[in-house]
């Protein structure tokens, strides 16, 4: 298994349309943890080089602060494809992201061109995972660059190409979520969960939260503002999970050299130290930010 990269807040990762002035300018006031200023579904075909030219000047703007700033661009085979590509290299996000990413060839020639456009070294590529064929690839796909950084489900295609339908629960996506959060924990990157379509269910909305979150994916791709604060919450450690890593961890410093430590009745073993750590490490770089 790869040895995971420094926490980086990942609860949040909202949508923003870059046709959409006003949505470009509401993004640097709200709460999330990161933003995928987009040039593909949210933005028409004759709008697509005014999106391009705005987004890219958003992210040179340096007005957003903290929050870890996406361009998605239109996928290869488009005819927007490159110029998008060379436009956001140019611009220097956290993060490009591409949809429909299918093999590790492809994530290896899109750092290629990425490269060949100048992008710095912090500009990561974001590949989505979004077809049958991406589904079955997924493992060579999360270990094919040391660039790729983040994989993100793009649950409303799944659904499509399946011929499957968005229930609650999502059983006829499970094994789709699954196989990527297994791929992305052997190469040590991130994996955010797919959107969620109805922004009037809050209580659906936040039981998909909790799904995902149990599942161990790292945050949620949002649609809605309205969807900021509880993601934030359902992926943060609880204060109660908090105080249990602490005393686990003020256990085991105690008890160092015994053979068994415990904790509130119950053994604690080197892995129980680990997710205390991970989870004190979670907390404290939320609270940084």
């Not at 710095?120 to 077809?131: G, Y």
């Not at 040590?188 to 939260?209: P, Q, T």
């Not at 105690?254 to 129980?272: C, D, F, I, P, S």
């Amino acid at each position: 298994m790869a040895e995971q990269a420094a926490y980086t807040p990942r609860r949040s990762v909202l949508y923003m349309p870059g046709s959409n002035e006003r949505a470009l300018e509401k993004a640097k006031t709200l709460p999330v943890d990161g933003l995928i200023l987009d040039l593909e579904d949210s933005v028409g075909p004759d709008h697509k080089e005014a999106a391009r030219a705005a987004v890219c000047a958003a992210v040179r703007s340096g007005e957003y602060g903290s929050r870890e700033l996406t361009i998605r661009v239109n996928g290869v085979g488009t005819r927007w494809h490159e110029a998008d590509l060379a436009a956001a290299a140019a611009a220097g996000p956290d993060g490009v992201v591409v949809p429909k990413v299918g093999s590790a060839d492809e994530v290896r020639s899109l750092v290629a061109a990425l490269e060949s456009a100048g992008a710095p070294e912090h500009t990561r590529l974001w590949a989505m995972v979004e077809t049958p064929e991406a589904v079955f690839n997924v493992r060579e796909i999360a270990s094919a660059s040391p660039r790729l950084a983040v994989l993100v489900m793009g649950t409303n295609d799944l659904v499509k190409e399946l011929r499957a339908e968005h229930v609650p629960g999502r059983a006829p996506l499970l094994t789709a979520l699954q196989l990527p959060l297994l791929a992305a924990r052997e190469a040590g990157i991130a994996v955010l969960d797919g959107v969620y379509n109805d922004v009037r269910n809050a209580e659906g909305f936040e039981a998909e939260c909790r799904q995902g979150r149990d599942f161990g994916f790292d945050g949620k791709t949002l649609i809605h503002p309205g969807q900021v604060e509880p993601c934030n919450r359902v992926f943060a450690p609880s204060e109660e999970a908090v105080a249990e890593a602490r005393g686990i961890l003020e256990a085991w410093e105690a008890g160092a050299g015994r053979g068994v430590v415990t904790h509130n009745g119950r053994m604690v073993e080197n892995l129980h130290v680990e997710v205390a750590r991970r989870v004190l490490a979670t907390h404290d770089a939320i609270s940084a930010g």
